[in-house]
């Protein structure tokens, strides 16, 4: 049978034996909840379980688990869009929800993937809820942001961002103090003090693979530096945090 007798009996049939799917409209308020970081509403869709509830849930395969599978990746999909949307920095966002897309798929129930659904929600929501705490960027921070989130792991200057941005650097220097509030030196040196933080927290990853992973000259220059930026040294802070809150989920930066 080919694919549009098969798609055309299968319409029929759903036209004879219609499942109505949930509005879009309710769709589109839960998506646009993470987005706008509105935790409350987010906390009372998981509470009613309506990831879990069949009515409604359209049947992307016959087999329950796959089903719910495959409505988790979607779920990941558009969250990831609308947080975009919202100013999150796209590298980041893709980063986060292949991280739970990829743990998802090492579910094995249903109640464990609608548990990491929760938690992939709850993750996305309360980063947007941060983020909408700060002033709406220019299209050339937001840029700028991006670019410095998605090299991490190189040593950026000012001359790097920008020939990316096709702006001076002094325009760039001035637009970033004005709009970020700090200069773009410290923002990254922030930026990579956070994601060291969750490396100590979260990985085993030594010390000297972290220092050359966020690209510091040395693993002395990496500890006093974080030491300076953290009050503790980067051993001291593993010791003191090493997976605390591993039960509610990781925080990536």
């Known amino acids: ?25 309710e769709e589109l308020s839960f998506y646009n909840a993470v987005k706008e970081g509105n935790l409350s509403i987010v906390e009372e869709n998981c509470a009613r379980q309506v990831f879990l509830q069949s009515e409604g849930m359209g049947m992307l395969s016959e087999n329950s688990l796959q089903n719910i599978r495959y409505h988790f990746v979607v779920t990941a999909a558009m969250i990831t869009r609308y947080c975009i949307d919202g100013g999150m920095e796209a590298e980041k966002a ?7 897309i990829q743990k998802m798929d090492k579910g094995q129930s249903r109640d464990e993937i609608a548990d990491l659904h929760r938690s992939m929600c709850f993750d996305f929501t309360r980063k947007m809820q941060r983020l909408q705490s700060h002033n709406v960027f220019s299209k050339h921070i937001v840029r700028c942001i991006d670019y410095i989130y998605s090299n991490m792991h190189s040593r950026i200057t000012l001359k790097d961002l920008s020939v990316h ?7 760039l220097s001035k637009l970033f103090l004005e709009e970020v509030g700090i200069s773009i030196h410290e923002y990254i040196r922030e930026k990579k003090m956070e994601k060291a933080k969750n490396l100590l927290k979260y990985s085993d990853y030594c010390i000297a693979d972290i220092a050359n992973y966020l690209s510091y000259s040395s693993q002395s220059h990496f500890t006093q530096t974080f030491e300076k930026e953290v009050g503790l040294s980067p051993k001291k802070y593993r010791d003191k ?4 809150s591993w039960s509610r989920g990781v925080e990536l930066p």
């Open 94 to 100: 893709y980063c986060l929800s292949d991280f739970y």
């Open 1 to 25: 049978m080919s694919l549009d007798r098969e798609w055309n009996h299968l319409e029929f049939t759903r036209h004879e034996v219609p499942a109505a799917h949930r509005p879009l409209e």
């Open 165 to 171: 941005l096709d702006l001076s650097e002094c325009y």
């Open 241 to 244: 945090y090493y997976r605390k």
